[in-house]
């Protein structure tokens, strides 16, 4: 079997690797190696992993497209959940140790501070995209309609970036190389479906 | 096209050689992505422990001055002390400022103190080490949200201000930070305006807890926490005590403050910790005490309103803030 068969092995690669930096953060958070402020810590760990497990996902049709890579496609799906997954971490570590799990208050900081309510959208937009990661749903819904509720990646990552952006004091640099990376992701996908667009009438 | 079926036996690769190097590639597949992860993770992760290598100074005690902490309040490790610092010269990662600051030179140092003062005067480190020492257990507040409770030592800046004799028109204090681009070469990345500078008004500076430090923990201060010589200011947020001071000006009108120059609408001159004005972008009602897992509500001044409350009577805390 050559590599780009082995969808098992794919599986169970981008499975560890995915849950490895979550098992490293318990591992030192248990010995106590977080940092002065460890709830700093993990809010940011979280919500970066978030980001780039997003820009992971996009990065999929531009690999299969340019270098032939479709093995990856059987990953996204993963790579989305994982986004999920740290995203919810993210969610959890502010309502705990922000909010002090005083619920009541969060909709008073969602109205008040546009960093939280643009954080909060984001994530609340990935629910209906983890629930409908399932091979019965897509089949349920149909491959395009299922295809196009999934392009809600887009406005998640961008909010999740412009979330990150808004929060930071002063030194943008991380935000920035976060939405450089997007912005050629989603621009490699106008000039692309450009190309495709003017392909198609030079034929027809 | 070659006939596929008359392959000679000796180019077949031998299945047990096909699967061993199936098993090495996978293994290093696997060692590759593990170190790669790992690393990166490694990468953006809080430092270790610091050592506390500064030289020891002697302090006089002082019986009369109240600023007690509550009972529940313990006094911060060195650690977590000196190995998370706001210092943008130097990085804008908190974790980083103290190997950043490693070798940051703080001998010699001259502060130059001048403007509407009789006698002008250049301090240097053996000129400020000559001010009786005192040892001050003070929280500190940073705007971000979280808190510490720090033992500095250092000297009322009013003793030094005195030796100066600020003229009567003086009616505020300017403070610069040193500045080297080739020792702070990070600063590049800090987004605001450097050097520093800072301000308080001339009764402000004057007032007993409002200290120069020279170290914490009974030894000289380390080059992250604003060596040789820095501001402290208890009831003020923690961007207010301005680091490795350079200059000290006094002046007859509010000088210009970093962070407010930043960001106007943000960061006031006076920045007096308040837990009723929240920043626009976070609230300033709780903090995060370092070492504790819970919050705290902010206290009024940070805890220290019936020493420097006086001082803003009359004043609306959330048009001046």
């Keep these: ?204 | 096209m070659k006939d596929r079926s008359h392959i000679p036996s000796s180019e077949v690769t031998p299945e047990e050689t096909f699967l061993n190097r199936r098993f090495f590639m996978k293994s290093a597949i696997w060692a590759g992505s593990t170190l790669a992860t790992a690393g990166l993770y490694r990468t953006f992760s809080p430092r270790p422990e610091v050592a506390n290598t500064g030289a020891a100074i002697a302090t006089v005690a002082e019986p009369e001055l109240q600023t007690a902490l509550a009972a529940d309040e313990k006094v911060n490790s060195f650690t977590d002390i000196a190995g998370y610092n706001n210092y943008y010269e130097f990085s804008t990662d908190k974790s980083e400022v103290a190997a950043k600051a490693k070798h940051f030179v703080t001998d010699p140092w001259s502060v130059q103190v001048g403007g509407l003062v009789h006698k002008p005067r250049t301090f240097d480190l053996a000129d400020l080490m000559k001010f009786e020492s005192v040892e001050r257990i003070y929280r500190f507040r940073c705007v971000e949200g979280w808190s510490m409770v720090i033992p500095w030592v250092g000297f009322p800046l009013s003793k030094l201000l005195n030796q100066v004799e600020p003229m009567s028109a003086a009616t505020h204090v300017a403070f610069e930070t040193y500045y080297d681009i080739k020792q702070m070469p990070d600063s590049r990345y800090a987004g605001i305006d450097l050097p520093y500078v800072e301000g308080l008004r001339l009764d402000e500076a004057m007032h007993p807890l409002t200290l120069l430090a020279t170290g914490l923990y009974g030894k000289t201060l380390p080059n992250q926490n604003g060596a040789p010589v820095r501001l402290v200011v208890p009831w003020k947020y923690g961007f207010k005590s301005i680091k490795s001071v350079v200059k000290i000006t006094l002046m007859d009108r509010e000088p210009p403050t970093t962070w407010s120059l930043a960001n106007p609408g943000e960061y006031g001159f006076y920045s007096n910790v308040n837990p009723k004005v929240d920043h626009p972008r976070w609230s300033q009602a709780h903090e995060r005490r370092i070492g504790e897992m819970g919050s705290r509500p902010t206290l009024m001044f940070n805890g220290y309103a019936d020493q420097v409350a006086h001082l803003y009577k009359g004043m609306d805390l959330s048009a001046d803030f």
Excluded: C
């Design chain 1, 1 to 204: 079997m050559t590599f780009s068969a082995d969808t098992r092995f794919h599986r169970q690669l981008f499975v560890f690797n995915g849950l490895l930096p979550a098992v490293l953060i318990l591992i030192d958070g248990w010995r106590g190696r977080l940092g002065a402020n460890p709830v700093e810590f993990v809010t940011r760990a979280t919500g970066v992993l978030t980001l780039v497990f997003l820009m992971l996902t996009l990065l999929v049709t531009p690999l299969r497209k340019i270098y032939g890579w479709n093995w990856l496609l059987k990953q996204r799906r993963l790579l989305g959940l994982y986004a999920f997954f740290y995203g919810l971490a993210h969610l959890f570590t502010y309502l705990a140790y922000d909010r002090d799990w005083e619920l009541g208050t969060v909709v008073g900081d969602v109205s008040k501070r546009p960093f939280i309510a643009i954080g909060m959208f984001s994530f609340l937009l990935m629910v209906p995209l983890a629930v409908t990661s399932t091979n019965a749903m897509i089949k349920k819904l149909g491959g395009p309609r299922w295809a196009q509720l999934h392009r809600l990646t887009y406005y998640i990552t961008i909010g999740g970036v412009l979330h990150y952006w808004i929060i930071v004091k002063s030194d943008v640099t991380y935000p920035f190389f976060f939405a450089v990376v997007l912005a050629v992701l989603l621009g490699w996908r106008v000039v692309a479906s450009i190309k495709k667009a003017r392909g198609r009438s030079a034929t027809g």
